[in-house]
């Protein structure tokens, strides 16, 4: 890992322990709050411990990217947990199908960037 990626990795995880412990809910009950830093802060530790050991560069760069946009939205939408998707119904296709197969590949394509690493967790 060169020393400029390690700074901004590091960069990116006070930045965020900066944001929990700043971060009001848009509720603005004490309760939700607290709910909510608590889950920024599990979530921080969780992925950045789990993704410690990646020596890839292109793999480091997706998870960099992934924590910006989920940065980036949790900010703007005041809300710290993922944001669904909504995919197209698996249609008529039989799990059997070829089609069910391709169906599936489509969605793991389409899958945005800032929910990469939240199936794998949970």
Same mark, same amino acid.
């Given at each position: ?7 901004? $990795?590091?960069? =990116?995880?006070?930045? $965020? @322990? /900066?944001?929990?412990?700043?971060? +009001?809910?848009?509720? &603005? ?5 607290? *709910?909510? %830093? !608590? ?8 992925? @950045?411990?789990?993704? /410690?050991?990646? +020596?890839? #560069?292109? =793999? $480091? *760069? !997706?998870?960099?990217?992934?924590? %910006?946009? /989920? ?17 197209? #119904?698996? &249609?008529?296709?039989? #799990?059997?199908? +070829?089609? @069910? +197969?391709?169906?599936? %590949? ?5 899958? #945005?960037?800032?929910? %990469? ?6």
């Amino acid at each position: 890992m060169t020393p400029v990626t390690r700074q901004e $990795i590091l960069g =990116l995880y006070r930045k $965020i @322990f /900066r944001i929990a412990k700043t971060w +009001r809910s848009a509720t &603005g009950q004490m309760k939700e709050t607290e *709910k909510e %830093k !608590q889950y920024i802060v599990s979530e921080a530790k969780t992925l @950045f411990c789990k993704n /410690r050991a990646l +020596r890839d #560069p292109e =793999l $480091i *760069k !997706q998870c960099v990217e992934e924590c %910006k946009a /989920r940065i980036e939205l949790g900010l703007h939408y005041h809300n710290p947990y993922p944001r669904p998707i909504h995919l197209p #119904p698996m &249609g008529l296709a039989q #799990p059997q199908a +070829r089609a @069910f +197969r391709h169906q599936e %590949k489509l969605r793991k394509i389409s899958k #945005p960037i800032y929910l %990469k690493s939240h199936d794998e967790i949970s």
